[in-house]
């Protein structure tokens, strides 16, 4: 049972434009979202995070909404550059009972094309 | 800061034989996170530690595969032995609070 899904394994955009990547959850328990970046033969890398007692977060280029009611994240990139390309994931936890796994999302790969 | 460092970042083995992967968090860090990537499960949690201690290892696959976090600054995933199916990008990451940060992965080949 997939507790975190992107359901968009890829998504192509114009350089300039927005590009929006989704993400959708169904356990009402996770509290704390974060957005990874990975491109081939790295690691992921930490782009951006939201609370659940927020709806937005910004930081530069990014942006991260959240409505806790569709249980729906998503992450806006404005401008999008020829450098944004790699694949994203989102990944969601819990702060119930301490722990703090994160569960994974399997990743949208963006493609900016110039 | 250094970041997570991982080794080795490829590894080719020959079914049966005995891996091992290293893992140096990120100083200051507490926790500690293996995970095993692949095309069909994705991002797979296989266990985690915290202040050294094993928290979560429900995700390990099967008793050939076992880790260890001796101390602060370093960790072990041990495959014995080795099967063609465990090829995948296996990665560490460290984390204080909620934010995980990850190495650069290891890339083992079992043939």
């Known amino acids: 049972d997939q507790q975190v899904k992107q359901n968009s394994p890829s998504l192509s955009v114009q350089e300039g434009r927005i590009s929006i990547l989704n993400c959708d959850y169904t356990n009402s328990m996770f509290d704390y979202f974060l957005w990874y970046k990975k491109y081939p033969a790295e690691g992921p890398t930490f782009l951006i995070s939201?609370?659940?007692?927020?709806d937005k977060n910004e930081d530069g280029r990014f942006t991260v909404f959240l409505n806790k009611s569709a249980k729906h994240l998503s992450l806006h990139i404005v401008p999008s550059q020829p450098g944004d390309s790699a694949v994203y994931f989102c990944?969601?936890?819990?702060?119930?009972?301490?722990?703090?796994?994160?569960?994974f999302g399997k990743g949208t790969k963006l493609t900016v094309n110039p | 800061d250094a970041g997570v460092i991982q080794s080795p970042r490829h590894e080719v083995t020959e079914m049966g034989q005995e891996v091992t992967l290293r893992c140096k968090p990120i100083s200051g860090h507490n926790s500690l996170f293996w995970y095993r990537q692949t095309m069909m499960r994705g991002l797979e949690l296989l266990i985690y530690f915290n202040n050294n201690v094993p928290i979560d290892d429900s995700g390990m696959p099967e008793d050939r595969f076992s880790a260890k976090m001796p101390n602060a600054s370093f960790s072990t995933l041990k495959i014995q032995p080795s099967e063609p199916r465990d090829s995948a990008v296996y990665f560490c990451?460290?984390?204080?609070?909620?934010?995980?940060?990850f190495g650069p992965g290891t890339r083992l080949t079992v043939l």
């Open positions: 990451a460290s984390s204080k609070q909620f934010t995980q940060y």
């Open positions: 990944a969601a936890s819990s702060s119930q009972g301490g722990s703090e796994k994160l569960v």
């Open positions: 939201i609370s659940s007692i927020k």
